[in-house]
């Protein structure tokens, strides 16, 4: 079975330019969840969809948004790119109460 | 809210030592608490969870930890570690109440392992 998987693995924006990250979760998991870590730092929670509904939302501006489509996949948005969002995004589905599964995550670098 | 504290940011060690990392999380009624690994350039694995039950639990790679709740601390450990070891590891927490769902995890800040032959 395949795993999470996330596209593009590595992306250069200029500042203020705008971008979408995509994520395919684990076949039957319904639940997605984003996650920003910037070098030297844990994950920190950006969103969680369930069922194509925000279940979640970490203490992020509203430059950040994504969305849930009907087949589970998910996409993160940020626009108006700083510097300051460089950093590897991470990606989780999960089933319910299920662990969380990780993907290989998106190096985005802002220049 | 919730929150995870790691002690140690760096823990070098030799192979075949012992090693212990710390995680101390904020207190709550009940959590749930992970210990992911992460190899460079890569994603998260998860190694261990404490859900409910018995404290010591057990984990892939021969990594185990124990969950003490009067000291909040879900400590992580491995008898003789392997080079292959080395590697970043998180600790987590999730609200249970969150949903239900693992899918709002909050991490501490990582213990990067360097195990020396």
């Known amino acids: 079975d395949a795993g999470v998987t996330q596209s593009p693995t590595h992306l250069i924006k200029t500042r203020g330019q705008q971008v979408t990250l995509r994520c395919s979760p684990i076949?039957?998991?319904?639940?997605v969840s984003w996650y920003q870590q910037v070098l030297g730092q844990g994950p920190q929670f950006i969103f969680q969809?369930?069922?194509?509904?925000?279940?979640g939302r970490g203490n992020f501006p509203d430059r950040f948004s994504a969305r849930q489509f009907p087949n589970y996949s998910s996409e993160l948005n940020v626009n108006a790119l700083l510097l300051g969002d460089s950093a590897l995004y991470l990606c989780?589905?999960?089933?319910?109460?299920?662990?969380?599964?990780f993907g290989q995550g998106t190096r985005l670098t802002v220049v | 809210a919730q929150s995870v504290t790691q002690l140690d940011s760096q823990v070098p060690v030799f192979e075949e030592a012992p090693v212990e990392l710390r995680c101390n999380y904020s207190s709550s009624v009940s959590v749930y608490l992970f210990w992911y690994v992460q190899y460079p350039n890569q994603g998260l694995q998860l190694l261990l969870k404490y859900l409910s039950g018995s404290t010591l639990v057990k984990g892939i790679n021969g990594f185990e930890a124990e969950f003490n709740k009067s000291q909040t601390s879900f400590h992580l450990r491995k008898p003789s570690v392997h080079i292959s070891d080395t590697a970043e590891y998180f600790c987590?927490?999730?609200?249970?109440?969150?949903?239900?769902?693992?899918?709002?995890?909050?991490f501490g800040k990582g213990t990067k392992l360097s195990v020396k032959p």
């Open positions: 987590a927490v999730s609200d249970p109440d969150y949903g239900g769902s693992q899918g709002n995890l909050i």
């Open positions: 969809y369930y069922e194509k509904e925000e279940r």
């Open positions: 076949s039957g998991h319904k639940s």
């Open positions: 989780a589905s999960s089933s319910g109460r299920s662990e969380a599964f």
